[in-house]
């Protein structure tokens, strides 16, 4: 199994939650971020004033998939969350060791 995170811009979330899903992922978290990559955040001006924002809001999505999986989920949410702009974000991959279902305790694959 592999924990998937992607960063990505809030308003592309639910174009990869629908995608996503259509590929029978069974579940994610989702949770607002904020954050900044090579773009290192940008300027605004307020009432006159300049002031630089360092951390652009991001949301992050993780799902656990089964190893067969990860090549599918990873080519659906890089090709549903990019916008060919900078900032699109990334996605990282990561080895699960065991998951467990608090109430029935499947463990495993099944568990997911």
Known sequence: MKLIKAIIKPFKLEEV?????EMDVQGMTVYETKGFGRQKGHTEVYRGSEYVIDFLPKTTVELVVPDELVAKALEVITRHAR??????????????????????????????
């Open 17 to 21: 939650r629908q995608a996503l899903h």
């Open 83 to 112: 916008t060919g702009k900078i900032g699109d974000g990334k996605v990282f991959i990561m080895d699960v060791e065991s998951a467990v279902r608090i109430r029935t305790g499947e463990v495993g694959d099944d568990a997911v």
